[in-house]
């Protein structure tokens, strides 16, 4: 019944039904027999979104990404059903034999089990599965097993075996890669063991193993995904408090964030730079690390936009970083009029650009939209990580902040280390984010200790 009704080409049918007028609504329902009223709340794949349904093709495990309410649980609930039930209740399923993992044994049961979105909320009376608290296990009528095991000991999964498996937020678990290795020796049962994993990403090992193995599959959704089935104030307060975060990407958006040992710049020191609006600033200049292309399979053009307070000691001053106006597959025209139009609208002083690739085109570029821009051009004598270093001193000193909204940003900055950028292509924004603070602050302070020489 997915995206089959007419005149629609909505992803499911509950979508239609929530777009459906009134009497649209009625019309459908009414030309329901008793016997298909009765079953439509548990036809999962009438109501499923796309994230909660899996994907077609040869898969051992399926990796649902998401948010913190975006369904995860609800879709490893049913999925578990589809494996275990048959056609009609007491008829055998294509699995028998199931695990059920969590962190403890009370997560098994209180969520994947008698959670609102967990198997017995999901199943229908007829085939509803019956919970053995002293074994820990729920048994079907048509006696297919779910056994509950806690990761917090992985030996309890040495020695049973299965022919399918529900693990759940895997990414949290202290013992994961144990207990994911004792569950893989044990799935074994069957012409086509398989599993279903639901976790809010976190970058942890295990799950990094797991998603770049080519066996498995994945599905992603943001927790607005599932916003009607949540409440309204639920996502204004986390929106407003976590909105641009990485803290919020992850649990929100359900992003896997990069992250590597010994970077520049970590998530924790970057979730302290927070803050909602900036002060008034003394300089705000916009800096420019022009891709060496212009076309599709470029790097991005970083452009951010910095400001600071210069009064008093070197010591005093503090930055802040207002936007990240980046552009992507940009030709010069495109990215130098986006960095024109930021400094109007932050009333920038000055734009600073790195020439190392585009030389005297870079100004040239820039001047041919605005002549009288003021500009500085940067070249770089030392590699990024250099550069880089001195403007992370800066940040473990609390001098630079960052308003919300630099995601794309800070996920950069996570993966430059001493040694180099570690991320894909290109660290184009922390470029330009270097080239600013070294312009507002590092060169400002250096000169203003300089000795003067007194004439004689």
């Known amino acids: 019944?997915?995206?089959?009704?007419?005149?629609?080409?909505?992803?499911?049918?509950?979508?239609?039904?929530?777009?459906?007028?009134?009497?649209?609504?009625?019309?459908?329902?009414?030309?329901?027999?008793?016997?298909?009223?009765?079953?439509?709340?548990?036809?999962?794949?009438?109501?499923?979104?796309?994230?909660?349904?899996?994907?077609?093709?040869?898969?051992?495990?399926?990796?649902?990404?998401?948010?913190?309410?975006?369904?995860?649980?609800?879709?490893?609930?049913?999925?578990?059903?589809?494996?275990?039930?048959?056609?009609?209740?007491?008829?055998?399923?294509?699995?028998?034999?199931?695990?059920?993992?969590?962190?403890?044994?009370?997560?098994?049961?209180?969520?994947?089990?008698?959670?609102?979105?967990?198997?017995?909320?999901?199943?229908?009376?007829?085939?509803?599965?019956?919970?053995?608290?002293?074994?820990?296990?729920?048994?079907?009528?048509?006696?297919?097993?779910?056994?509950?095991?806690?990761?917090?000991?992985?030996?309890?999964?040495?020695?049973?075996?299965?022919?399918?498996?529900?693990?759940?937020?895997?990414?949290?678990?202290?013992?994961?890669?144990?207990?994911?290795?004792?569950?893989?020796?044990?799935?074994?049962?069957?012409?086509h063991p398989r599993q279903c994993v639901t976790t809010t990403p976190r970058n942890v090992p295990v799950l990094r193993a797991i998603l770049d193995n080519p066996s498995t599959v994945t599905t992603h959704a943001p927790t607005e995904a599932n916003r009607a089935y949540l409440a309204a104030s639920f996502l204004d307060e986390v929106r407003a408090r976590y909105a641009g975060t990485r803290l919020g990407r992850q649990e929100l958006d359900g992003v896997l964030l990069e992250a590597v040992e010994g970077a520049l710049w970590t998530s924790a020191m970057l979730e302290t730079t927070r803050i909602d609006a900036a002060p008034e600033m003394d300089r705000v200049v916009v800096a420019v690390d022009p891709p060496v292309t212009g076309h599709s399979g470029s790097d991005a053009c970083g452009i951010l936009v910095v400001g600071a307070r210069v009064q008093g000691d070197p010591q005093d001053w503090r930055a802040v970083v207002l936007e990240d106006a980046s552009v992507t597959a940009a030709s010069p025209t495109t990215w130098a009029e986006a960095a024109i139009a930021a400094m109007e609208r932050h009333g920038a002083e000055r734009?600073?650009?790195?020439?190392?690739?585009?030389?005297?085109?870079?100004?040239?570029?820039?001047?041919?939209?605005?002549?009288?821009?003021?500009?500085?051009g940067v070249r770089a004598s030392r590699g990024k990580a250099a550069r880089a270093e001195p403007v992370a001193a800066l940040y473990e000193q609390g001098r630079v902040a960052h308003l919300r909204g630099l995601g794309a940003l800070e996920d950069q900055m996570c993966l430059m280390t001493p040694q180099g950028f570690r991320g894909k292509g290109s660290p184009d924004r922390v470029d330009a984010l270097v080239w600013a603070i070294h312009d507002l602050m590092i060169e400002p302070a250096a000169h203003w200790r300089r000795p003067r020489v007194r004439s004689l």
């Open 351 to 376: 734009l600073v650009a790195e020439v190392n690739q585009g030389g005297d085109l870079v100004e040239t570029v820039l001047r041919q939209i605005d002549p009288l821009i003021p500009y500085r």
């Open 1 to 191: 019944m997915r995206s089959t009704l007419p005149g629609h080409g909505l992803r499911s049918g509950a979508d239609w039904i929530a777009c459906a007028t009134p009497e649209e609504q009625a019309e459908f329902l009414t030309g329901l027999s008793e016997g298909a009223l009765l079953v439509l709340p548990y036809l999962f794949e009438f109501w499923a979104l796309p994230h909660q349904l899996p994907p077609e093709g040869d898969w051992r495990s399926w990796v649902i990404l998401g948010g913190r309410g975006a369904g995860k649980t609800r879709a490893g609930a049913e999925w578990v059903r589809a494996q275990v039930e048959g056609s009609r209740p007491m008829d055998p399923g294509g699995s028998r034999r199931v695990a059920l993992v969590g962190e403890t044994l009370d997560q098994v049961r209180e969520v994947m089990v008698f959670g609102e979105s967990g198997i017995l909320a999901c199943s229908p009376p007829d085939r509803r599965p019956k919970w053995e608290a002293t074994r820990k296990r729920l048994v079907w009528p048509n006696g297919a097993v779910a056994q509950a095991f806690s990761a917090h000991e992985p030996e309890s999964l040495r020695g049973p075996q299965f022919d399918a498996a529900w693990v759940d937020e895997l990414a949290k678990w202290k013992k994961a890669e144990d207990a994911w290795d004792m569950l893989q020796f044990g799935l074994r049962l069957g012409p």
